[in-house]
């Protein structure tokens, strides 16, 4: 149970920080305590699986997008609360660049974590991690924030913000918190970066994604599948070769077929942002609106070359 490691934890942390109080010690297993509801484990059929913290009393869970990746809606997921009880989860939203998933389960009253503002974090500052580390549950690591800043995103050339903190991670940790020593959620733990730092999602991040404008979504009209291309593009510091995306299937009358874009034209950026896979393609067009214009960058008959569509309003991502 949760409750028992958290006690092992405690023994733990006096032998690693002696000079700590008594009292002191039993406050931080309290305050861990009181979140551990808060908590969840999350099951991906077949792919392991990772944390997630209740965001919503009414099933809106916070998660990290690689603990679901290439789980649709109606794909096997499930979540398991702190007290035992296992429900069906389906991701209602992600964000590839940010690395979170919004997952929902159909279940009322769940007790939501208290959300802290990691806008006001500084440097020093103790912070703990929760999460189930090698089927663990319930472990708790503590550290310092060592660092705050922005890192580029593997494969998408874009950036996001972090903290950086020298809680350790471990494969299970991936979407927990990151608890402040107040005991409110001020990170989302995300990965393992430059050694032994542990990167977490800023918690003002993730609440500014959950509360972002509902079914603004745009597309393109097109249908795409990755290639990998044998071209340098040290704009996007890629030298050599260089993902992008193969159009496939162009709708007719859609944005794309009125910009002029072509079966077999490859996309290669879309308003200066790679995209080296359909998930890049469908987070970059949610940034954008109805009507807006964006720029491509696309590759035909071997010559790099620009077009500029207006996007179109539907239902889907892309």
């Known amino acids: 149970m949760i409750t028992d490691t958290i006690v092992r934890e405690k023994t733990d942390l006096v032998d690693t920080f002696p000079f700590l109080p008594e009292s002191m010690s039993s406050a931080i297993v309290e305050l ?16 392991g699986g990772g944390a997630g913290v209740i965001w919503r009393t ?16 109606g794909d096997n997921l499930e ?6 009880r296992t429900f069906p989860a389906k991701v209602a939203s992600h964000n590839r660049t940010l690395d979170l998933a919004l997952l929902e389960v159909d279940a009322q009253d769940l007790p939501a974590a208290l959300v802290g503002d990691s ?18 549950r319930g472990s708790v690591t503590m550290g310092i924030v060592s660092g705050l800043g922005t890192v580029t995103v593997p494969g998408s050339g874009r950036t996001a913000q972090y ?46 994604w959950v509360a972002g404008p509902p079914s603004r979504k745009v597309f393109l009209g097109v249908g795409v599948q990755p ?3 044998q071209v340098s593009l040290p704009e996007w510091g890629r030298e050599g070769r260089t993902d992008g995306l193969l159009v496939v299937a162009v709708e007719p009358e859609g944005p794309a077929e009125r910009a002029g874009l072509l ?56």
């Open 32 to 47: 861990v305590e009181r979140v551990a509801p808060s908590i969840v484990e999350v099951r991906s059929h077949g792919r």
């Open 58 to 73: 009414d099933g809106g869970i916070i998660t990290n997008y690689h603990v679901v990746a290439g789980r649709g809606r």
């Open 79 to 84: 979540v398991v609360l702190a007290d035992g």
């Open 119 to 136: 806008s006001r974090l500084r440097v020093g500052e103790l912070v703990f991690a929760v999460g189930h580390p090698w089927g663990q």
């Open 163 to 208: 903290i950086r903190s020298d809680v350790h991670l471990a494969p299970g940790n991936s979407g927990g918190p990151m608890l402040s020593a107040q005991g409110a959620v001020i990170g989302i733990n995300a990965m393992i970066f430059g050694g032994d730092m542990g990167i977490a999602i800023p918690s003002h991040v993730a609440s500014s």
């Open 227 to 229: 290639v990998q291309l």
């Open 263 to 318: 079966i077999g034209d490859v996309l290669l950026a879309v308003a200066g942002q790679p995209v080296p896979d359909g998930d890049a393609l469908a987070d970059m067009l949610s940034h954008g609106a109805a009507q807006e214009r964006v720029r491509l960058h696309m590759m035909r008959g071997g010559a790099i070359q620009q077009l500029e569509v207006e996007l179109g309003a539907a239902e889907s991502d892309a």
